[in-house]
């Protein structure tokens, strides 16, 4: 992958960072933010910014501030909620935008993704429920934002199976990554492998964007 630009991001909690990868002649662009048990470098997210620019989507990947400070455990959600905010606040955008992350970020995207103006939300392994408990549920935070939003879940995932998504959910697309767990991992001598899933991960986003953002007459 090319290096990303990346610059501070001022935030009442500190410092946040922005990894910049820009189209050269972008048609959307898609805000993502980490979980809350690692960073801007989890597998997912950089197979999104290392693909999505050459079809023509620019890729902003937010370290939150807690993680730029050497932390090892996530602030509070609404902490995380301000830092997206800020990280959207500080960009100059001209397409589109899609506001989305991984895990703890997913929930954060669905939280805010309106308010910020954005056309779409991109949950990356939403956690439905903590592992091993269907209750409670955060599914009304996945209603929250009203948006077009794509799941993209491990069939594995111990935070949320696919089944547990309901089939009703307006304006929602799920996709699902075979034999994947929370952090998309795919065994060994699963039904597909590593790069294989990160493909479905890249290849379901893109359409997903075009079908749904950029061809859509009522975005934004």
């Known amino acids: 992958m090319k290096k990303a630009s990346v610059r501070m991001v001022d935030t009442p ?8 990868r820009r189209a050269t002649s972008p048609i959307a662009t898609l805000l993502l933010s980490h979980g809350a048990g690692g960073g801007v470098e989890a597998r997912d997210l950089w197979a999104l910014a290392d693909a999505l620019p050459a079809q023509g989507v620019s890729v902003v990947l937010f370290e939150q501030p807690w993680r730029v400070a050497g932390r090892k455990v996530a602030t509070a959600p609404a902490t995380l909620d ?25 929930r954060s995207a669905a939280r805010t993704a309106k308010a910020l103006g954005a056309s779409g939300c991109l949950a990356l392994s ?21 948006l077009p939003t794509l799941v993209v879940q491990g069939e594995r995932d111990p935070m949320g199976r ?9 304006r929602l697309d799920l996709v699902v990554i075979p034999g994947a767990d929370h952090g998309l ?36």
């Open 82 to 106: 301000v830092g997206l905010t800020r990280a959207a606040d500080a960009m100059r955008v001209r397409t589109p935008l899609v506001v989305g992350g991984r895990s703890a970020g997913a």
């Open 126 to 146: 939403f956690p439905l429920h903590q592992p091993g408990k269907t209750e409670p549920t955060r599914l009304p935070e996945l209603r929250t934002s009203g």
């Open 13 to 20: 909690h500190g410092e946040g960072r922005l990894h910049t």
């Open 185 to 220: 991992k795919v065994p060994a001598r699963g039904e597909v492998s590593q790069a294989e899933a990160m493909g479905i991960v890249v290849e379901s986003t893109l359409e997903w964007l075009v079908r749904e953002v950029v061809g859509n007459p009522r975005r934004g």
């Open 162 to 170: 696919p089944e547990e998504f309901p089939g009703d959910l307006d």
